[in-house]
Structures are given as structure tokens and as C-alpha cells.
């Protein structure tokens, strides 16, 4: 079973490692725990070298593209104030129309790259998240681990057994229904 989405604390993450190893012992099972740092497992994955050189190179393209369309601006501009004397006040309206929404699409455009570069990086980055997982998950069920824990975020990344969820008798514990 993932648990990718569990984040726990470091302190938490004790009290996890405690309450199983504890568990185990009074039930007569031992319980296998685990860790991993996904991070430096993840750093040195040759897909995720592979996706940052993408994503860095579709980046430096749109660097490019915004320095280009401003330099554009730039002599429309310059344009502008030095032929504006000998242009009729219709030419001078329409041009400054053409300044300002070229200015307007300059401006959007570094939201609309960092959007894009998100998404591309989504699309590149979960499939080898997926097999990162599917590695770690088959590495657990052959290793006979119950628990695999990440030692870079406090998180469970495998857990081979529902276990029981022990809410009902916390609650009763509380004093609540």
C-alpha cells in the first residue's frame, strides 16, 4: 500500500517507528522496519538527469524568446520617438495601441513560462516518481519489510499490512463518540 501522501513530522515519525515496534512485540510478531532518503535516491535517477536537462533547455528557450520580444518593444519603441513628429495622430494612436499590447503580452509572458515549465515538469517527473515507488514497493515485499519510512521527509512509503486502525479506541480513550 502508498502512503505517499502521509507527511509526518520527524518527532511523529518516532512515535510511528515506536508504536509498530511496540505493537509487534506484545502481539508476538516482529515487525521488519525500513528507510530509505528518497532524495538521494531520486538525484541520482538517469531519467530525472534526463528531465531537468529538458526542462532546463525549454527554459533557456523561452528566456530567449522574452529577451527577443523585448528587444522588439525596445525599437518599437525607439521607433515611435523618433518618427512620432512626421506621423498622423491616427498612425500615432494606432501605433501606441500596438506598443502597449505588445507590452501587455511581454508582461504576461513569465507567468505563462513558469506555468508551462510546471506542467512539463509534472509530466516528466511522475513517471519516474512511479517507478521510483514501484521499485521501492517491490524491494519491500522481496525483503519481507513491513514498513519502509523515508528518512528525508518523515513520510511511510510502504506499509505491507493495513494494520488496524485503532481510531475507535482513541476515541473511547478521549472520552468521545
Known amino acids: 500500500m502508498k502512503l505517499q501522501n502521509l507527511k509526518l513530522g520527524k518527532g511523529v515519525l ?26 538521494e535516491l531520486w538525484s541520482v535517477m538517469p531519467e530525472k538527469q534526463a528531465a531537468d536537462l ?18 522588439t518593444f525596445e525599437a518599437g519603441i525607439n521607433a515611435y520617438v523618433r ?4 506621423m498622423t495622430e491616427l498612425v500615432k494612436k494606432q501605433t501606441i495601441q500596438k ?9 504576461s509572458l513569465p507567468q505563462a513560462a513558469n506555468e508551462e515549465l510546471a506542467k512539463k515538469q509534472e509530466a516528466l517527473y511522475a513517471p ?3 517507478k521510483m515507488q514501484k521499485a521501492i514497493d517491490e524491494v519491500a515485499k522481496e525483503n519481507g519489510y513491513d514498513y519502509i519510512l523515508d528518512a528525508a521527509y518523515g513520510n511511510i512509503v510502504y506499509a505491507g499490512n493495513e494494520g488496524d ?9 478521549l472520552g468521545l463518540k
Open 14 to 39: 518516532v512515535i510511528v517507528v515506536l508504536v509498530v515496534l511496540i505493537a509487534a512485540k506484545t502481539t508476538g510478531t516482529k515487525s521488519k522496519v525500513g528507510y530509505i532518503n528518497t532524495n
Open 54 to 71: 529538458e526542462l532546463k533547455k525549454m527554459e533557456e528557450q523561452m528566456i530567449a524568446y522574452y529577451q527577443q520580444e523585448q528587444k
Open 83 to 86: 518618427d512620432s513628429s512626421a
Open 99 to 107: 506598443l502597449q499590447q505588445q507590452q501587455d503580452n511581454i508582461q
Open 128 to 130: 519516474i516518481r512511479e
Open 165 to 173: 486502525n485503532v481510531i475507535s479506541l482513541v476515541k473511547v480513550k
